[in-house]
Protein backbone atom coordinates (compact mmCIF):
# COMPACT_ATOMS: atom_id res chain seq x y z
CA UNK A 1 0.00 0.00 0.00
CA UNK A 2 3.00 2.57 0.72
CA UNK A 3 4.49 2.12 -2.63
CA UNK A 4 0.84 2.14 -4.24
CA UNK A 5 0.69 5.51 -2.33
CA UNK A 6 3.82 6.88 -3.49
CA UNK A 7 3.00 5.89 -7.28
CA UNK A 8 0.05 7.86 -6.96
CA UNK A 9 1.83 10.83 -4.92
CA UNK A 10 4.36 10.91 -7.78
CA UNK A 11 1.15 10.91 -10.77
CA UNK A 12 -0.21 13.54 -8.60
CA UNK A 13 2.78 15.82 -8.68
CA UNK A 14 3.34 15.25 -12.24
CA UNK A 15 0.08 16.36 -13.30
CA UNK A 16 0.06 19.36 -11.38
CA UNK A 17 3.60 20.23 -12.88
CA UNK A 18 1.87 19.71 -16.14
CA UNK A 19 -1.14 21.51 -15.36
CA UNK A 20 1.02 24.61 -14.79
CA UNK A 21 2.54 24.29 -18.01
CA UNK A 22 -0.51 24.33 -19.53
CA UNK A 23 -1.16 27.18 -17.94
CA UNK A 24 1.75 29.01 -18.81
CA UNK A 25 1.48 28.45 -22.21
CA UNK A 26 -1.64 29.64 -22.49
CA UNK A 27 -0.23 33.12 -20.33
CA UNK A 28 2.67 32.70 -23.19
CA UNK A 29 0.04 32.55 -26.30
CA UNK A 30 -2.00 35.51 -24.42
CA UNK A 31 1.48 37.67 -24.17
CA UNK A 32 2.64 37.63 -27.40
CA UNK A 33 -0.88 38.37 -28.96
CA UNK A 34 -0.23 41.81 -26.88
CA UNK A 35 3.27 42.04 -28.05
CA UNK A 36 2.43 43.63 -31.51
CA UNK A 37 6.14 45.30 -32.05
CA UNK A 38 7.57 41.30 -31.76
CA UNK A 39 4.63 39.86 -33.88
CA UNK A 40 5.38 42.95 -36.40
CA UNK A 41 9.22 41.99 -36.69
CA UNK A 42 8.57 37.93 -37.61
CA UNK A 43 6.98 39.48 -40.95
CA UNK A 44 10.64 40.43 -42.13
CA UNK A 45 12.09 36.93 -41.16
CA UNK A 46 8.90 34.67 -42.73
CA UNK A 47 9.40 37.12 -45.98
CA UNK A 48 11.84 35.00 -48.13
CA UNK A 49 9.15 32.13 -48.28
CA UNK A 50 6.12 33.63 -50.54
CA UNK A 51 3.70 31.32 -48.48
CA UNK A 52 4.15 32.72 -45.46
CA UNK A 53 4.19 35.71 -46.71
CA UNK A 54 0.95 35.67 -48.43
CA UNK A 55 -0.38 34.98 -44.68
CA UNK A 56 -2.86 37.67 -43.55
CA UNK A 57 -0.88 37.58 -40.30
CA UNK A 58 2.72 37.50 -39.09
CA UNK A 59 4.67 34.18 -38.46
CA UNK A 60 4.55 34.82 -34.44
CA UNK A 61 0.77 35.37 -34.82
CA UNK A 62 -0.19 32.20 -35.67
CA UNK A 63 2.81 30.63 -33.06
CA UNK A 64 0.43 32.43 -30.35
CA UNK A 65 -2.24 30.95 -31.34
CA UNK A 66 -0.61 27.23 -31.42
CA UNK A 67 1.04 28.11 -27.97
CA UNK A 68 -2.83 28.74 -26.37
CA UNK A 69 -4.09 25.62 -28.02
CA UNK A 70 -1.02 23.86 -27.12
CA UNK A 71 -1.70 25.05 -23.53
CA UNK A 72 -4.95 24.64 -23.65
CA UNK A 73 -4.51 20.64 -24.59
CA UNK A 74 -2.13 20.74 -21.73
CA UNK A 75 -4.55 21.87 -18.86
CA UNK A 76 -7.08 19.35 -20.60
CA UNK A 77 -4.78 16.32 -20.70
CA UNK A 78 -3.80 17.38 -16.61
CA UNK A 79 -7.45 17.42 -16.01
CA UNK A 80 -7.59 13.64 -17.11
CA UNK A 81 -4.32 13.26 -15.50
CA UNK A 82 -6.22 13.82 -12.12
CA UNK A 83 -9.27 11.87 -13.22
CA UNK A 84 -7.12 8.95 -13.81
CA UNK A 85 -5.41 9.01 -10.73
CA UNK A 86 -8.22 9.32 -9.04
CA UNK A 87 -10.18 6.51 -10.52
CA UNK A 88 -6.56 4.34 -10.86
CA UNK A 89 -8.01 2.64 -14.09
CA UNK A 90 -6.16 1.22 -17.42
CA UNK A 91 -8.21 3.09 -19.38
CA UNK A 92 -8.29 6.69 -18.33
CA UNK A 93 -4.36 6.06 -17.79
CA UNK A 94 -4.02 5.03 -21.51
CA UNK A 95 -5.89 7.95 -22.38
CA UNK A 96 -3.85 10.10 -20.80
CA UNK A 97 -0.64 8.47 -21.79
CA UNK A 98 -1.92 9.00 -25.76
CA UNK A 99 -2.70 12.54 -25.21
CA UNK A 100 0.45 13.26 -23.44
CA UNK A 101 2.88 11.32 -25.84
CA UNK A 102 1.27 13.13 -28.94
CA UNK A 103 1.93 16.91 -27.34
CA UNK A 104 5.32 15.33 -26.55
CA UNK A 105 6.02 13.94 -30.58
CA UNK A 106 4.51 17.57 -31.66
CA UNK A 107 6.83 19.60 -29.82
CA UNK A 108 9.81 17.81 -30.86
CA UNK A 109 8.63 17.73 -34.67
CA UNK A 110 8.08 21.60 -34.22
CA UNK A 111 11.26 22.09 -32.44
CA UNK A 112 13.90 20.20 -34.64
CA UNK A 113 12.52 21.59 -37.33
CA UNK A 114 12.98 25.06 -36.15
CA UNK A 115 16.46 23.92 -34.94
CA UNK A 116 17.61 21.72 -37.71
CA UNK A 117 15.72 22.78 -41.31
CA UNK A 118 14.26 26.36 -40.97
CA UNK A 119 14.22 26.29 -44.88
CA UNK A 120 10.97 23.67 -44.30
CA UNK A 121 9.20 26.29 -42.70
CA UNK A 122 9.75 28.97 -45.04
CA UNK A 123 12.34 31.10 -42.41
CA UNK A 124 15.47 32.02 -43.81
CA UNK A 125 17.77 34.96 -43.29
CA UNK A 126 20.22 34.56 -46.42
CA UNK A 127 21.02 37.56 -47.46
CA UNK A 128 20.45 38.06 -50.99
CA UNK A 129 17.17 36.90 -50.27
CA UNK A 130 16.61 39.36 -47.75
CA UNK A 131 17.76 41.77 -49.62
CA UNK A 132 15.55 40.94 -52.32
CA UNK A 133 12.60 41.09 -49.81
CA UNK A 134 13.55 44.57 -49.28
CA UNK A 135 13.61 45.80 -52.56
CA UNK A 136 10.30 43.88 -53.83
CA UNK A 137 8.02 44.45 -50.99
CA UNK A 138 9.20 47.67 -48.62
CA UNK A 139 6.72 50.76 -49.92
CA UNK A 140 4.67 48.97 -51.74
CA UNK A 141 0.99 49.11 -52.27
CA UNK A 142 -0.87 45.79 -49.95
CA UNK A 143 3.14 45.54 -47.87
CA UNK A 144 2.07 47.82 -45.23
CA UNK A 145 3.06 44.98 -42.68
CA UNK A 146 6.09 44.32 -44.55
CA UNK A 147 6.76 48.46 -44.78
CA UNK A 148 6.40 48.68 -40.74
CA UNK A 149 8.00 46.05 -40.15
CA UNK A 150 10.89 47.44 -42.00
CA UNK A 151 10.37 50.84 -40.11
CA UNK A 152 10.19 49.29 -36.54
CA UNK A 153 13.18 47.47 -37.25
CA UNK A 154 15.63 50.07 -38.33
CA UNK A 155 13.58 52.68 -35.83
CA UNK A 156 14.71 49.92 -32.92
CA UNK A 157 18.09 48.63 -33.82
CA UNK A 158 19.44 51.75 -35.25
CA UNK A 159 19.90 50.57 -38.96
CA UNK A 160 19.00 50.65 -42.26
CA UNK A 161 18.38 48.50 -45.40
CA UNK A 162 19.48 44.93 -44.85
CA UNK A 163 22.48 44.75 -46.08
CA UNK A 164 23.28 49.03 -46.16
CA UNK A 165 21.04 52.07 -47.27
CA UNK A 166 22.18 50.93 -50.66
CA UNK A 167 19.32 48.43 -50.62
CA UNK A 168 16.88 51.03 -51.75
CA UNK A 169 18.39 52.87 -54.71
CA UNK A 170 17.34 50.13 -56.55
CA UNK A 171 13.64 49.14 -54.58
CA UNK A 172 10.87 49.38 -55.93
CA UNK A 173 9.75 52.60 -53.35
CA UNK A 174 12.76 54.03 -55.20
CA UNK A 175 11.95 53.37 -58.57
CA UNK A 176 8.26 53.19 -58.40
CA UNK A 177 8.10 56.87 -56.67
CA UNK A 178 6.36 55.10 -53.81
CA UNK A 179 7.97 57.59 -51.44
CA UNK A 180 9.46 61.09 -52.17
CA UNK A 181 11.53 61.53 -55.10
CA UNK A 182 14.29 63.06 -53.55
CA UNK A 183 14.50 60.71 -50.65
CA UNK A 184 17.07 57.98 -51.05
CA UNK A 185 16.54 56.31 -47.87
CA UNK A 186 12.89 56.05 -45.48
CA UNK A 187 12.45 58.65 -42.62
CA UNK A 188 12.96 55.03 -40.34
CA UNK A 189 16.74 55.21 -41.05
CA UNK A 190 17.20 59.02 -39.89
CA UNK A 191 18.03 59.68 -36.35
CA UNK A 192 14.51 60.30 -34.66
CA UNK A 193 13.96 63.18 -32.51
CA UNK A 194 11.12 61.32 -31.13
CA UNK A 195 12.63 57.56 -30.86
CA UNK A 196 11.99 56.99 -27.26
CA UNK A 197 8.24 56.80 -28.13
CA UNK A 198 6.76 53.68 -28.89
CA UNK A 199 5.00 54.22 -32.05
CA UNK A 200 8.28 56.32 -33.41
CA UNK A 201 8.36 54.11 -36.05
CA UNK A 202 5.15 54.93 -37.87
CA UNK A 203 5.46 58.41 -37.67
CA UNK A 204 9.24 58.82 -37.47
CA UNK A 205 10.28 62.58 -37.47
CA UNK A 206 14.55 63.09 -38.15
CA UNK A 207 16.81 65.59 -36.00
CA UNK A 208 17.90 66.72 -38.85
CA UNK A 209 16.35 65.64 -42.15
CA UNK A 210 18.12 67.78 -44.86
CA UNK A 211 21.33 65.98 -43.31
CA UNK A 212 19.98 62.84 -43.41
CA UNK A 213 18.38 62.53 -47.20
CA UNK A 214 21.62 64.04 -48.41
CA UNK A 215 23.59 62.89 -51.06
CA UNK A 216 27.01 63.03 -49.01
CA UNK A 217 28.56 60.79 -46.65
CA UNK A 218 30.33 63.45 -44.74
CA UNK A 219 26.41 65.25 -44.15
CA UNK A 220 24.50 61.88 -43.63
CA UNK A 221 27.04 59.87 -41.74
CA UNK A 222 25.64 61.64 -38.14
CA UNK A 223 21.96 61.98 -39.08
CA UNK A 224 21.60 58.19 -40.80
CA UNK A 225 21.89 54.67 -39.39
CA UNK A 226 24.36 53.46 -41.62
CA UNK A 227 24.96 49.82 -39.86
CA UNK A 228 23.34 46.55 -41.52
CA UNK A 229 19.94 45.41 -40.04
CA UNK A 230 20.02 41.51 -41.14
CA UNK A 231 22.55 41.01 -38.86
CA UNK A 232 20.53 42.42 -35.47
CA UNK A 233 17.20 40.53 -37.29
CA UNK A 234 19.99 37.35 -37.12
CA UNK A 235 20.12 38.11 -33.14
CA UNK A 236 16.85 38.64 -32.59
CA UNK A 237 15.14 35.47 -34.13
CA UNK A 238 18.40 33.73 -32.24
CA UNK A 239 17.24 34.98 -29.16
CA UNK A 240 13.57 34.36 -30.09
CA UNK A 241 13.90 30.78 -30.84
CA UNK A 242 16.13 30.24 -28.06
CA UNK A 243 13.50 31.17 -25.65
CA UNK A 244 10.99 28.86 -27.63
CA UNK A 245 13.47 26.10 -27.55
CA UNK A 246 13.88 26.69 -23.87
CA UNK A 247 9.98 26.48 -23.01
CA UNK A 248 10.00 23.24 -24.80
CA UNK A 249 12.45 21.53 -23.38
CA UNK A 250 11.03 22.40 -20.25
CA UNK A 251 8.03 21.44 -21.45
CA UNK A 252 9.11 18.30 -22.78
CA UNK A 253 10.99 17.03 -19.47
CA UNK A 254 7.84 17.20 -17.50
CA UNK A 255 5.92 15.27 -20.20
CA UNK A 256 8.66 12.44 -19.79
CA UNK A 257 7.96 12.96 -16.02
CA UNK A 258 4.09 12.47 -16.63
CA UNK A 259 4.98 9.45 -18.88
CA UNK A 260 7.61 7.91 -16.43
CA UNK A 261 4.55 8.37 -13.47
CA UNK A 262 1.94 6.99 -15.81
CA UNK A 263 4.47 3.79 -16.66
CA UNK A 264 5.01 3.96 -12.65
CA UNK A 265 0.67 4.14 -11.95
CA UNK A 266 0.17 1.00 -14.11
CA UNK A 267 2.84 -1.37 -13.15
CA UNK A 268 1.55 -0.53 -9.39
CA UNK A 269 -1.92 -1.24 -10.60
CA UNK A 270 -0.94 -4.38 -11.97
CA UNK A 271 0.58 -5.47 -8.96
CA UNK A 272 -1.91 -4.46 -6.71
CA UNK A 273 -4.64 -6.52 -8.73
CA UNK A 274 -1.96 -9.19 -8.25
CA UNK A 275 -1.80 -8.90 -4.36
CA UNK A 276 -5.46 -9.01 -3.89
CA UNK A 277 -5.91 -11.44 -6.15
CA UNK A 278 -3.40 -13.56 -4.08
CA UNK A 279 -5.21 -12.55 -1.16
CA UNK A 280 -8.37 -13.44 -2.68
CA UNK A 281 -6.91 -16.67 -3.45
CA UNK A 282 -5.71 -17.38 0.08
CA UNK A 283 -8.71 -16.48 1.31
CA UNK A 284 -10.88 -18.74 -0.43
CA UNK A 285 -8.16 -21.64 0.12
CA UNK A 286 -8.81 -20.95 3.69
CA UNK A 287 -11.79 -21.49 3.97
CA UNK A 288 -12.11 -24.47 1.93
CA UNK A 289 -9.89 -25.98 4.49
CA UNK A 290 -11.77 -24.74 7.06
CA UNK A 291 -15.06 -26.27 5.66
CA UNK A 292 -13.74 -29.53 5.21
CA UNK A 293 -12.00 -29.46 8.45
CA UNK A 294 -15.53 -28.83 10.11
CA UNK A 295 -17.12 -31.58 7.97
CA UNK A 296 -14.17 -33.96 9.26
CA UNK A 297 -14.87 -32.65 12.95
CA UNK A 298 -18.49 -33.51 12.35
CA UNK A 299 -18.29 -37.06 11.16
CA UNK A 300 -16.18 -38.21 14.07
CA UNK A 301 -18.32 -36.94 16.31
CA UNK A 302 -21.41 -38.51 14.40
CA UNK A 303 -19.61 -41.77 14.37
CA UNK A 304 -17.14 -41.77 17.07
CA UNK A 305 -19.92 -43.17 20.10
CA UNK A 306 -20.40 -46.21 17.80
CA UNK A 307 -17.13 -47.30 17.45
CA UNK A 308 -16.10 -47.20 21.24
CA UNK A 309 -19.06 -48.68 22.19
CA UNK A 310 -18.78 -51.89 19.55
CA UNK A 311 -15.15 -51.67 21.30
CA UNK A 312 -16.65 -51.75 24.63
CA UNK A 313 -18.56 -54.11 24.01
CA UNK A 314 -16.08 -56.83 23.65
CA UNK A 315 -14.78 -56.28 26.78
CA UNK A 316 -16.23 -56.90 29.93
CA UNK A 317 -17.15 -54.38 32.83
CA UNK A 318 -17.68 -55.25 36.07
CA UNK A 319 -18.97 -59.01 34.55
CA UNK A 320 -21.46 -57.61 32.04
CA UNK A 321 -20.05 -59.37 28.96
CA UNK A 322 -16.72 -61.50 29.02
CA UNK A 323 -16.18 -61.64 25.30
CA UNK A 324 -17.53 -62.76 22.27
CA UNK A 325 -18.14 -61.08 18.40
CA UNK A 326 -18.88 -57.18 18.21
CA UNK A 327 -22.92 -56.93 18.29
CA UNK A 328 -25.44 -54.15 17.29
CA UNK A 329 -25.56 -51.62 19.94
CA UNK A 330 -28.49 -51.33 21.84
CA UNK A 331 -30.26 -49.56 24.58
CA UNK A 332 -28.59 -52.33 27.49
CA UNK A 333 -25.09 -51.33 26.50
CA UNK A 334 -25.87 -47.87 27.01
CA UNK A 335 -27.23 -49.06 30.40
CA UNK A 336 -24.48 -50.87 31.03
CA UNK A 337 -21.79 -48.60 30.09
CA UNK A 338 -22.90 -45.21 31.33
CA UNK A 339 -24.97 -45.81 34.96
CA UNK A 340 -23.32 -46.00 37.85
CA UNK A 341 -22.83 -49.81 39.49
CA UNK A 342 -25.35 -49.14 42.52
CA UNK A 343 -28.62 -47.56 39.69
CA UNK A 344 -27.08 -50.52 37.61
CA UNK A 345 -28.43 -53.05 40.41
CA UNK A 346 -31.13 -51.67 41.39
CA UNK A 347 -32.23 -51.13 37.75
CA UNK A 348 -31.13 -55.45 36.95
CA UNK A 349 -33.69 -56.06 40.19
CA UNK A 350 -36.61 -54.06 38.77
CA UNK A 351 -36.02 -55.83 35.51
CA UNK A 352 -36.25 -59.06 36.95
CA UNK A 353 -39.40 -58.93 38.35
CA UNK A 354 -41.02 -57.62 35.01
CA UNK A 355 -42.72 -60.14 33.40
CA UNK A 356 -41.75 -61.39 29.43
CA UNK A 357 -44.35 -60.73 27.34
CA UNK A 358 -43.27 -63.28 25.20
CA UNK A 359 -43.67 -66.47 27.56
CA UNK A 360 -46.75 -64.61 29.19
CA UNK A 361 -48.21 -64.46 25.92
CA UNK A 362 -47.38 -68.16 25.01
CA UNK A 363 -48.75 -69.49 28.02
CA UNK A 364 -52.31 -67.59 27.46
CA UNK A 365 -52.35 -69.55 24.51
CA UNK A 366 -51.61 -72.69 25.80
CA UNK A 367 -54.34 -72.12 28.47
CA UNK A 368 -57.15 -71.38 25.43
CA UNK A 369 -56.43 -74.19 23.51
Excluded at 42 to 47: E, G, M, P, Q, T
Excluded at 290 to 300: D, I, M, P, Y
Excluded at 301 to 325: A, D, K, Q
Aim: proline content about 4%.
Amino acid sequence: MKLCFNYKFALHFSNFLFLLCGILLILSGCYLFTDNKRILLSRLIAAPSDRLNALPQPLLYYIALGLAIAGFVAVLASVVGFWASCLHTYCFLSIYFLSVVVLLLTESVICLAITLWPHCLGISLDESQMVKSLQTYYGVPGQEQFTNAMDLAQTRFGCCGMKSSLDYDTSLWRLQSYGQTNWPVPLSCCVLENAPQPLAYLDPKPANESQCQSLEHLSYERERYTESCLLHLDIWYREQYSVFLGASLLMAIVEFCVLLAIIMSCTGLASQRARLENIQNLTVQKRRRLTALSHRGLVENIYEPEVELRVNSGHSTNGICLGGPSRHVSSEDFTELYLKPSDLHTHRNNASFQPNSANFHAQTRNYLV
